[in-house]
């Protein structure tokens, strides 16, 4: 099935009626997208739909996250190659046997918790923005234990680490992808 944004978008939906759970995956859509300019610019599109559903199933089946989603995608007709990258950033972390090979499947898997953090921040600065957010603002607050702590630092870590990239690097280029998204450049 050829998926355009906006079924993406209605599938989503379908699954996950709180507006933050829509909104995190619209915000890891764009930074998955971000990261695939230069990664895989002729699949820009592709991961971008991969982030955007890739907490499908989280909202209603939460002790079933990524496994349900594998039932919930195919019954809707989405490929194989979506399936395995969407499910694979809960390998380790829930029941799905699928593990993060590709590299669009390692940057999902680093970036869905740091996501959080970033957007955290972002709620407690004055503007509510990430457009006046360095890198020092968000190393700062992944450093703190308690702030965001529902969010995997450990995870995040890995991330980096499966991608072969420095942490700090995974960070400014995540914020850099919620800031075009922010600026509606994406």
């Not at 209605?10 to 699954?15: D, G, P, R």
Request: glycine share 8%; with cysteine; hydrophobic share 40%.
């Amino acid at each position: 099935m050829n998926l355009s944004y906006q079924q993406a978008l209605e599938l989503l939906q379908k699954y996950n009626k709180e507006p933050f759970h829509v909104e995190h995956g619209k915000t890891v859509g764009e930074v998955m997208a971000h990261f695939a300019e230069t990664r895989d610019p002729e699949r820009v599109e592709f991961w971008r739909l991969v982030g955007l559903l890739h907490d499908i199933d989280f909202e209603m089946w939460p002790e079933e996250h990524c496994v349900k989603a594998e039932e919930l995608l195919r019954k809707e007709g989405i490929s194989e190659e979506m399936i395995h990258a969407i499910t694979s950033h809960g390998h380790g972390m829930t029941g799905t046997k699928n593990a993060p090979e590709l590299e669009m499947e390692k940057v999902l898997f680093a970036v869905d918790e740091l996501t959080g953090i970033i957007g955290a921040a972002r709620l407690m600065r004055p503007s509510k923005s990430t457009l006046d957010m360095d890198l020092k603002s968000v190393k700062k607050k992944f450093k703190d234990k308690k702030f965001a702590a529902g969010c995997d630092r450990t995870v995040i870590t890995q991330g980096a680490e499966l991608l072969g990239m420095e942490l700090p690097e995974l960070m400014e280029q995540t914020l850099a992808g919620m800031q075009k998204m922010e600026k509606g450049e994406n």
